[in-house]
């Protein structure tokens, strides 16, 4: 099993910037590609990012491209999402996801919540305007 802790959400103003992060455990973190995922009040949850095992690859939703990054550091077990230029409509809760057994990024798949084996309990962003 793989236990996942997202840290570094909080509150910041717009066109701000902040670092999430998520920190693995009880698992093989480097056999598992991690996916960056947020959810409003009263939505979906939606794709963020995704990254490969090697880190290699990556992918983003449209609506972040340019101005989120995702990062790993298979040393540390932990994969990191850079928010940079944040608008308001990026407030949520930010859940990190690992997907075990996946070598690289697949589009669908890796955009699919339900590919997703093991989740973290959130950590929650608010930007104000």
């Known amino acids: 099993q793989v236990q996942l802790v997202e840290s570094g959400g909080g509150l910041v103003q717009a066109v701000g910037s902040l670092r999430l992060s998520c920190a693995a455990s009880g698992g093989t973190f480097s056999r598992c590609a991690m996916g960056w995922f947020r959810q409003a009040p009263g939505k979906e949850r939606e794709f963020v990012a995704a990254i490969s095992w090697s880190g290699g690859s990556s992918y983003y939703a449209n609506s972040v491209k340019g101005r989120f990054t995702i990062s790993r550091d298979n040393a540390k077990n932990t994969v990191y999402l850079q928010m940079s230029s944040l608008k308001s409509e990026d407030t949520a809760v930010y859940y990190c996801?690992?997907?075990?057994?996946?070598?690289?990024?697949?589009?669908?798949?890796?955009?699919?919540?339900?590919?997703?084996?093991?989740w973290g309990q959130g950590t929650q962003v608010t930007v104000s305007s």
């Open positions: 996801a690992a997907d075990f057994g996946r070598d690289v990024i697949r589009v669908p798949r890796s955009t699919d919540p339900s590919e997703y084996d093991y």
